[in-house]
């Protein structure tokens, strides 16, 4: 019988494991290297639902023509509507990039007309962004878009169990700023 030499260079195809049994075998891992059982199955399942999410977010943005990093700059303005406007400085510290990539990223934004430059009328060195209507409605509608796939990824929980969920993260995120990593 002969074959062809590209067929017999042919790796076997190794199958890909799903999320939950990526999951599994990464727990064993890190329990296998001294990690306490309990503690990695919740950082395990956070880091990889965090991931998949990722993942999600960045296909959606691709849709609506967002960067993540337009994403941030859209949310952090949004998040912070009754300050009326940021500075660029602000806006690079919040979402940690050099202040000249936030000035190009800013560039883009206003060319698409997401946001609105103005000069501080207090002090007349200082730009201020604000997010424009158009920057709005491209915010809400990927919120729209990200809450329908979230929705999903929660559908097997149950309102209370949601509920519940919800409560147990926020306990720790408040503990966060007891920790910092940094």
Known sequence: MTTSRSAEKKKPARARQSAQQEYHADVAAYVAAGGEESVQRVVTAVH??????????TR???DLDLSAGEWA????LA????????????LAEV??????SMTHRLD???QRNLIARATDPDNRTRV???LT????????????ESDMVESDILGPLSPQQREDLASLLELLIAGLDENPAD
């Open 48 to 57: 990889g639902l965090a991931r998949k999410l990722d993942q999600w977010y």
């Open 60 to 62: 959606q943005l691709a």
């Open 73 to 76: 700059v859209l949310a952090q």
């Open 79 to 90: 998040r912070s509507k009754e300050v009326a406007a940021l500075t660029p400085t602000q």
């Open 95 to 100: 979402s940690c990039v050099a202040p000249s």
């Open 108 to 110: 883009r934004m206003a």
């Open 128 to 130: 201020l962004i604000t």
């Open 133 to 144: 209507d158009e920057g709005w409605q491209t915010f809400t509608a990927a919120t729209r």
